[in-house]
Each structure stands twice: as C-alpha cells, then as structure tokens.
C-alpha cells in the first residue's frame, strides 16, 4: 500500500513540471515589434515592397550615402501609403532632379542621429514634465514626440500627425520605426513639363 501511494505521487509530480527547457523557450522569445537584420537601412527600405516609394525618394534626393554611413540613426519611414497624399504624376515630379532639394529636406525631417528604441522613447516621454519629447533631425526640425491612446505619435507644428505602426526595426547602423504619414504633411509639388509638353520656340532670331 505504501509503495502505491509513493508511485502515484511521483506521477502525479512529473505531470505537473514543465517540459525541460520550456521556460528558456519562453524567455528567449522576442518582443513583436522588434527585429533586426543584418543591413544597413537603406538595405533594408530597398529590400522591403511597403517601402517602394520611399526607396524611390532616398534615391533621387541623393541620401543613400546617409542611410549606408556608419550612423546611427533612427528612420521614420512613411510607408506606400503614406506617399499616396501624392497623385501618380505628382510623385514622379517629385522624384525629378528640379525637386531634389526639397526631396531632400523632406526626408531629412524624417531622420534623427542616434539609435532611439521605442523603449527609450517611451521612458524619456514619461520622465518629461511635458508628455512630449523633441528631437532634433539631421535637418535641423524638431519632431514632437508624444503618447496617444498607447501609441507613439509624431506631430508638428501646423497640427499634423503620424503614427508609429511598427516599431524597433533594427539594422546595423540604426533603427526604423514605420508611420503612416509623410510629415510634414506635404502640398502638392509642382508638375514639371516633360519634353512633349515643353512650348516650342517658334521665333527665329534676327
């Protein structure tokens, strides 16, 4: 009888202890909205469908050296969508070397040096008397960085927004966070002429 009872109580205690290795598989686990690649960030805006457009934008506004340098920076990066406030056309102008500069100062607002992880932006928001951190772009803009219903979001000035939909992408020189807005919100570029549309000078000199 004892020799019974010992039995089911060894059974009973190997039912009820975790597989082995169970609570390191469940440790090691990573956070979802954290990953990292091995490449650079403009390697990872080139090798990513969503980031087509945006690819497109660093290309003609020459800041592919930035996104390959050493860094660190952290990258808003407005997906497809958020480029879609522009009409087709209107994208492809904006992609003409006679737009570059202001491509260029467009991005740039997007960019901050330093690797700044989501946890970090969260902790220094909820340090701040404020609510609200600043971060100086490599253009030399402030990003407003606040809390909104537990989401990060970035404003501006005029009342603009965008919100960080994905988070903490990291690669080896930097981290992306993905927004779903192109800030600042922009104005339509102007179209420029293509060869066809040019007017023909029909004047003939004297």
């Known amino acids: 009888m004892r020799i019974t009872i010992i039995m089911a109580v060894l059974a009973l205690a190997a039912c009820e202890e975790p597989p082995r290795g169970m609570d390191n598989a469940l440790s090691a686990q990573p956070a979802e909205h954290a990953t990292m690649v091995d490449g650079t960030l403009g390697e990872m805006i080139a090798a990513d469908e969503q980031f087509s457009s945006l690819?497109?934008?660093?290309?003609?506004?020459?800041?592919?050296?930035?996104?390959?340098?050493?860094?660190?920076?952290?990258?808003?990066?407005?997906?497809?969508?958020?480029?879609?406030?522009?009409?087709p056309e209107q994208l492809q102008a904006l992609l003409q070397p006679a737009n570059q500069a202001s491509l260029a100062r467009m991005l740039s607002h997007h960019i901050v040096?330093?690797?700044?992880?989501?946890?970090?932006?969260?902790?220094?928001?909820?340090?701040?008397?404020?609510?609200?951190?600043?971060?100086?772009?490599?253009?030399?803009?402030?990003?407003?960085?606040?809390?909104?219903?537990?989401?990060?979001?970035?404003?501006?000035?005029?009342?603009?927004?965008?919100?960080?939909?994905?988070?903490?992408?990291?690669?080896?020189?930097g981290v992306i966070h993905v927004i779903d807005r192109l800030l600042p919100a922009p104005s339509a570029p102007p179209i420029l002429p293509t060869d066809e549309d040019a007017p023909v000078d029909n004047q003939v000199a004297a």
Do not use: C
Request: without cysteine.
């Open 113 to 173: 040096p330093g690797e700044l992880l989501s946890g970090e932006l969260i902790g220094r928001i909820e340090r701040s008397e404020d609510g609200h951190v600043d971060l100086v772009t490599t253009r030399g803009t402030v990003l407003r960085v606040t809390m909104v219903d537990g989401h990060l979001v970035l404003g501006e000035e005029d009342g603009a927004t965008a919100t960080i939909v994905t988070m903490d992408l990291g690669a080896n020189n």
């Open 55 to 87: 690819s497109s934008a660093i290309a003609a506004a020459s800041l592919g050296p930035t996104l390959a340098g050493d860094g660190p920076y952290t990258l808003f990066a407005p997906t497809n969508r958020a480029f879609a406030v522009y009409a």
